[in-house]
């Protein structure tokens, strides 16, 4: 299976790069994986529309060729990063903006979307500092964004979430059992 990890965190000393490094050591060899540090790679997240930047024509935009060109080869994506201020990173948001676009990711049949991604699954990784019952109960979209209006939109099938709520107030037991966690589900993909 070609396995593609979506990272985006900026501090290499990161609860959140644990976990990357966790899923990337028991991941199996017999799939192709790719990783996408968002922060490494410099990715751009801002949009630009102008003249010479169409909207319609983002699809076709050599600034996102490549991550376009790993979508499609991509069967599986995982997606790992925190959720601050009840999203994700901005980086990622735009890294969404850019590279799921209509005309790739999503056409529109009528007003209904159709996904142009189908056959690909997803796994979302998170963590977060909000109790675990005040983001259940108070926020239920906590987090939900990029699963349920972006991969479903576009076709994929998200098939695992992982959540470690409450990340400022756990010990290091609850981290380790947690990092356990994405090395069993690494293994078992």
């Known amino acids: 299976m070609n396995i593609l990890v979506v990272y985006a965190h900026p501090n290499e ?3 959140n790069n644990a976990i990357l490094d966790s899923f990337k050591q028991k991941i199996s060899a017999h799939h192709q994986v790719k990783i996408l540090d968002l922060y490494k ?8 529309f102008d003249k010479d930047n169409k909207r319609r024509d983002l699809k076709d ?13 991509s069967d599986h994506l995982v997606f790992i990063y925190p959720i601050w ?17 209509k005309g790739f990711a999503y056409e529109y049949k009528g007003v ?38 972006v991969l479903k939109m576009c076709g994929i099938k ?26 069993d589900y690494a293994e078992t993909l």
């Open 13 to 15: 000393d990161s609860f």
């Open 41 to 48: 790679d410099n990715f751009d997240p801002v949009l630009h």
């Open 61 to 73: 935009s050599p600034s996102t060729q490549k991550y376009r060109d790993d979508l499609t080869w």
């Open 85 to 101: 201020w009840s999203s994700m990173p901005a980086i990622l948001k735009g890294y969404v903006d850019r590279v799921f676009v």
């Open 112 to 149: 209904v979307p159709v996904g142009l991604l189908p056959n690909k699954t997803a796994t979302v990784i998170t963590t977060h500092d909000t109790p675990n019952i005040y983001a259940r109960i108070f926020q239920q979209d906590y987090g939900k964004v990029l699963k349920k209006q």
């Open 158 to 183: 998200t098939t695992r979430s992982i959540t470690l709520p409450f990340l400022r107030n756990t010990d290091e037991n609850e981290r380790n059992f947690f990092l356990n966690k994405v090395s």
